[in-house]
């Protein structure tokens, strides 16, 4: 998609095929929209007349242009203005796109003079706030900063490259087949915006959006054409591409290390594990935070559970289970395409856990590779014992200041959070408030939980220095507990279990792959949860 930005109001924009004009369902009598309807011969009033275009977010109805620029006009909802966060923008682009599927349309218009006047009036989105989130957000000052049209486009444009995003069934929409064949976005920004500083943010916008995309197309490969050693090849690729160096450890050098907890996962498995390291910057050089920041990700190609075996129900989603590994991988490659340079590590543990003879047991005690000796009382709890050696690579090999990991780690996050919100832990109080910060402007949505210490006696076992499962109670919790094991900096741990993909269709998106975490890596390293 080629991307513009003018000013200047709806009638002196160029002709286009579609205008979408968002309706905010508390501010649906806005001078704005009386022109809109006045140009437009009464036909937002004539679909309020029957039921139609009420601001309901995401909802779309179509309309004849009238005496506008345009051949018709796509009316979306965007709910109402005090909830109207970074989030809801990024998706209601999406839906306007989304909504477009199987048309013949290959220009259109986006009206954001009522978004840019939303931002500037105090939605939450501005100020990166809203939603469930964590700390507090930007402050007025730094608000002051902050250039509504800019945001605007920053959030258009990636929305409407992610709601564009096809792969076979799971991307059609629920209306037609494929996205329509849409080659121009032209955004209208209100007279007097800063146009110069909004377009300038549409290459920035383009590279995180296209990262985003690659991760969700990636995640969404099933098992049989993505194997652990596939992910490295794939990552080795990528990493050329960009300009980051790769390194690739195999099985033989994983004994001679000591990964004990990852080998032990993938010890079933015909495709033998891996770690995946790419690297970016100066060997040992620090990022301008004065930071060497790591990105851990789980990449279990497939999990069956190992002899913990699943349900067979639903175990095809477990395809899945290596987003994390993907989210970080394509995290490095788009910072290192928005500042090349600049120094920063993902690391990808990789493996299949599967049942056979040579796998592990429930009551195995492994050495992990940073010298504890670990009890496997659930081999299903799996993603907890290869981020443990990563974590502990990230630091000792390539001097890891800072560590963050992503992971669909537990289904019991899903139960607390649902599918809209990740959740959050971590050693760092600082880190985790400016990962979280960064997630809100990226667009997501992460809570966090607490790593209450009275809960580590559910580790304990007699055989071991500790075991990776335990009872039901704080499960949650005591995954991060475990982690935490084998940290020695500041460190955070993102479990996007819930978020990670989509089971059902909805206005802004497809199902398979979400992209999680992605952006919000970005952010974070590119020093977007800092305070200003």
């Known amino acids: 998609m080629r991307f513009t930005v003018s000013s200047g109001g709806i009638r002196s924009a160029a002709k286009t095929e579609i205008l979408a004009i968002p309706l905010f369902s508390d501010d649906l009598g806005s001078t704005h929209l009386r022109e809109v309807d006045a140009a437009a011969g009464g036909a937002l009033a004539a679909l309020r007349g029957i ?38 923008l990024l998706r209601w682009a999406a839906a306007v796109v989304r909504r477009l599927a199987g048309r013949r ?42 250039d ?9 444009v ?34 007097g915006a800063n146009v110069r500083d909004a377009a300038a943010a549409i290459g920035r916008s383009q590279i995180i959006a296209d990262g985003t995309v690659r991760t969700k197309r990636w995640s969404n490969k099933p098992a049989n054409e993505m194997s652990p050693l596939g992910i490295a090849e794939e990552a080795r690729d990528r990493a050329r591409a960009v300009g980051l160096s790769a390194r690739i450890v195999r099985r033989a050098e994983l004994e001679r290390m000591g990964a004990g907890m990852l080998l032990a996962v993938g010890r079933g498995s015909e495709n033998e594990p891996c770690i995946v390291a790419l690297s970016g ?28 075996l699943k349900p067979a129900d639903g175990m095809e989603e477990m395809k899945m289970d290596k987003n994390g ?8 490659a788009t910072i290192a395409q928005l500042d090349p340079g600049r120094p920063i590590h993902a690391v990808a543990a990789c493996v299949e856990n599967m049942p056979s003879g040579h796998a592990t047991r429930p009551g195995d005690v492994v050495t992990a590779l940073n010298g504890k000796r670990v009890e496997i009382t659930n081999t299903d709890a799996e993603g907890r014992l290869i981020l443990g050696d990563a974590m502990t690579f990230a630091e000792r090999a390539l001097g890891a200041t800072h560590l963050v990991d992503v992971s669909t780690l537990t289904g019991i996050v899903y139960s607390a959070f649902g599918g809209e919100v990740a959740g959050t832990c971590g050693s760092d109080a600082a880190l ?7 997630a809100r402007r990226a667009g997501e949505v992460y809570w966090p939980y607490p790593l209450a210490d009275a809960y580590k006696k559910n580790m304990e076992t007699w055989s071991a220095d500790l075991q990776n499962s335990g009872t039901r109670e704080a499960s949650l919790i005591r995954s991060g507990l475990f982690l935490r094991e084998f940290t020695t900096v500041p460190w955070i741990h993102l479990d996007i279990a819930g978020t990670a993909y989509r089971r059902s269709v909805a206005p802004f998106a497809g199902r398979g792959s979400t992209g999680a975490a992605h952006s919000s890596l970005v952010e974070l390293a590119m020093g977007g949860g800092r305070r200003r």
């Open 148 to 156: 509504a049209a800019v945001v605007a486009v920053e959030l258009l």
């Open 325 to 332: 590994a993907i989210a970080v991988i394509e995290a490095a």
């Open 158 to 191: 990636r929305g409407a490259i992610e709601g564009a995003f096809h792969e076979g069934i799971d991307g059609k929409s629920t209306l037609d087949a494929a996205p329509a064949p849409i080659n121009t976005v032209e955004i209208l920004l209100p007279a």
């Open 51 to 88: 039921g139609e275009a009420t601001g309901r977010r995401y909802s779309a109805s179509l309309a004849a242009g009238g005496r506008l620029p345009a051949d018709h006009l796509l009316f979306v909802g965007a709910g109402a203005r005090s909830d109207f966060d970074r989030q809801a």
């Open 432 to 438: 985790l408030d400016e990962f979280h910060l960064a």
């Open 105 to 146: 349309v290959t220009r259109i218009t986006i009206d954001a003079t009522s978004i840019v006047a939303a931002l500037m009036g105090g939605s939450p989105a501005l100020l990166a706030e809203g939603g469930a989130s964590f700390g507090p957000g930007l402050s007025l000052k730094s608000a002051e900063k902050i």
């Open 281 to 308: 910057g100066r060997p040992g050089a620090k990022d301008p935070l004065g930071r060497r920041l790591a990105m851990v990700g789980k990449g279990v190609c497939f999990d069956t559970g190992g002899i913990s």
